[in-house]
């Protein structure tokens, strides 16, 4: 049962260049969130999907991009021209619909740019 | 708009010794409220929650009673241990059209023999 799983686990970008991060999930949940986490500021939403097709900006969206094409298939988050501001850990997660569903992370993936 | 406010760590502790971090929270209406846990090198996962006002979640010895009147949700444990050591978020949602999890800055707790 693999849970939510990103990739890659770490990787190094020059200023400029672009790259996509991917998260699966394999429990069949509707709702899939990616965060940043940053030295003392905890965790900041990006974006967030709610079902197949959809996205929707959180906290901090800019400079990044996210696709959805199915709800059982990958959650993508683009840097299209990174900057070292993006220098962060960034973690996927899911949740299902109910009353008080519990979001499930993935391991995180750990994005230097030089 | 929602959010968490918690106590800034980091917390050295020694082994047994009492644990608390402290956490408040601001929200319309009526949220449920975690505390998540971060073991080094992992990605978070549930360590308890709440639904409802003075609601107790509960797990590993951990414990925290969702608290309106204050809107706090403290974390407390009566006797930690160095596996204890990690970073603890709490966090807030609310149901309604699926708002996503709002988090606190976390508070680093380390556990010394």
């Known amino acids: 049962n693999a849970g939510v799983t990103q990739t890659p686990k770490f990787r190094v970008l020059k200023t400029g260049q672009s790259m996509t991060l991917l998260c699966a999930q394999d429990m069949n949940h509707e709702y899939m969130y990616w965060y940043r986490q940053d030295p003392g500021m905890g965790l900041r939403l990006i974006h967030y999907?709610?079902?197949?097709?959809?996205?929707?900006k959180g906290e901090v969206p800019d400079g990044y991009n996210v696709s959805r094409l199915k709800k059982k298939q990958n959650f993508l988050l683009g840097l299209e021209s990174a900057a070292p501001s993006q220098t962060s850990v960034y973690f996927c997660?899911?949740?299902?619909?109910?009353?008080?569903?519990?979001?499930?992370f993935g391991q995180g993936t750990r994005l230097t740019v030089v | 708009g929602n959010s968490v406010t918690q106590m800034e760590g980091p917390v050295t502790l020694s082994e047994e010794a009492f644990l608390t971090i402290n956490c408040t929270y601001t929200?319309?209406?009526?949220?449920?409220l975690f505390w998540y846990v971060q073991y080094p090198g992992e990605g978070l996962q549930l360590l308890l929650k709440?639904?409802?006002?003075?609601d107790k979640g509960s797990n590993k010895g951990f414990e925290a009673t969702y608290r309106k009147e204050t809107t706090s949700f403290h974390l407390e444990k009566g006797s930690v241990q160095v596996s204890d050591s990690a970073v603890y978020f709490c966090?807030?949602?609310?149901?309604?059209?699926?708002?996503?999890?709002?988090f606190g800055k976390g508070t680093r707790l380390s556990v010394i023999a």
């Open positions: 709440a639904t409802k006002a003075d």
């Open positions: 999907s709610v079902g197949e097709g959809t996205t929707a």
């Open positions: 997660a899911s949740s299902d619909q109910g009353r008080v569903p519990e979001a499930f």
């Open positions: 929200a319309t209406g009526y949220p449920s």
């Open positions: 966090a807030l949602t609310r149901y309604t059209g699926n708002t996503p999890l709002v």
